[in-house]
């Protein structure tokens, strides 16, 4: 039996395992923060009054256009929404999507299959439990307010066509006049904007025709023909046909799709026959697409600027691991999604892209992967206070303070030299570091750089304890203090001062 107070704890446990605080470098909060006496001294050498420099931003977002078509933007992604934890054994919540969307997701994951309770949204064949698929909608539509920009939902359907219009009917009445069902009046479909539907819900469909059910269709193998040649094509191929097994011995895996259902995937459905609607969905896996990158990415960006493309992970991904998002927007794909319960690398690369943004980001006015710049990057690492993620009173301790730079250019990975630690008081480590480095590379605006403190073990791997991730083109120069992040995206207190110069050459 379910205890009374279960969704209490529930709401509990969700805030505190998915809250990630990332903005706190873009709005610092008016806290009090101890600095440490090296620190204090060394900005008042400088002529800098530390309470004032702890109200200046690390970070500020760059301003977004609304009115570009949706094709050119990055959407921050989340896959396998309703679950907490691993898609194994994972609790199921329409919370969830309150969560994510309430921290700028626009574009959630239902998976919808049929019970006896009627159409419930759960991971099949699992034992994740399981939400009704209404409680999720209803979710959806009460997150989504009439200035927020749009909602992607993407619809993986397991449900029998014969129920399919219990589906539609639950989704008109969560969402009314937010759902897109017919063409916007005005608009013309290839040029739709984010500004277009400001407060609205497009609905991602995977539609499949008759002759096309159990086939890869005439779109997808269009771009396989235009991007694949010889072998290559068929390992592509080969991997685009890999089924789930489990999957395989359901009825109604990859239902077929009701007229009624596919026309609410107006805009954004899925991998249509012809003739195709405007901003049409290419949904790829994450393995099709890593196989065709090696031989084919100026073909990937190029398909990229007529066509929105999702990315979602391989199927053996059972710990809610993530793909690496960068090589995805790197070869033009938008829509990428992650798994948003874990605050991974992955993860960190996506919030520096998105956090402080309404969850679309335009994507470069050139080509991608082709430098805006080269630049050079002079970054001061002068030291950390209130470092307490180190253990207390131990006897030796090694911090170290590392950055790199993603993309990963030759030469572009720093270490700092290691400190001893003695007895670590209740207010943590303060550790002065004065270290240095210069960096020259081709800037895009998707290049980033990572700072991390580490605990140096010897023989034995680091021992990640901090973390800090941004976008170059975001990053305040000068002097600034960066509020670290614990591995769960908790801030913890310490404060790092950096002075970043970045110069053209």
Known sequence: MIPKDFDKNWSAELSAHLSVETTINICP?????????????????????????????????????????????????????????????????????TYVLSKNARCVEIDVWWSSKGPIVTHGHT??????????????????????WPVLVSLECHVPIAHQYELVDIMKGAWGNKLVQEPLEGVGGDTISPRDLKGKILLMVEYYPDTYLHEVTADFKALYNELCTGSECDEVSELHDETDPLFEKDDHAHAKIADSL?????????????????????NISESSILAMVPHSLSELIEHSRQRLRRIYPRGTRLSSSNLDPLKQWRNGSQIVCLNWQNFDSSMQLNEALFAGTAGWVERSSRSIGVSERKVKLT????????????????????????????????????????????????????????????WEFEEDNLTFIRLRILRHRGLSRDEQLLVF?????????????????SLDGKYTGATLLVRFTISGI
Not at 262 to 282: C, E, Q
Not at 410 to 418: I, M, P, Y
């Open 29 to 97: 909060p008016g806290d009090a923060v101890r600095l440490s006496l090296e620190i204090l001294n060394f900005l008042e050498r400088n002529g800098v009054d530390a309470h004032e420099l702890l109200k200046l931003p690390a970070i500020r977002p760059q301003v977004v256009d609304d009115t570009r078509p949706l094709r050119d933007y990055f959407v921050s992604s989340s896959h396998n929404t309703y679950l907490l934890a691993w898609q194994v054994l994972g609790r199921a919540s329409s919370e969830c999507y």
């Open 127 to 148: 034992l994740s439990r399981s939400v009704p698929f209404k409680a999720v909608c209803e979710a959806i539509g009460e997150a989504l307010h009439d200035e927020d």
């Open 262 to 282: 596919a026309d609410l995937g107006f805009y954004t459905r899925k991998l249509p026959s012809p003739p195709h609607p405007p901003n049409v969905m290419i």
């Open 379 to 438: 970054c001061d690492i002068i030291g950390i206070s209130s470092c307490n993620a180190l253990p207390k009173r131990t006897h030796r301790i090694l911090p170290v303070c590392s950055c790199g730079a993603f993309p990963f250019f030759a030469n572009q990975d720093w270490r700092s030299e290691h400190v001893k630690c003695k007895d670590v008081s209740e207010d943590g480590a303060d550790i002065m570091w004065n270290g240095c480095f210069e």
């Open 469 to 485: 991730c941004a976008r170059l083109c975001d990053l305040q120069q000068d002097l600034r203090f960066i509020r670290l992040l």
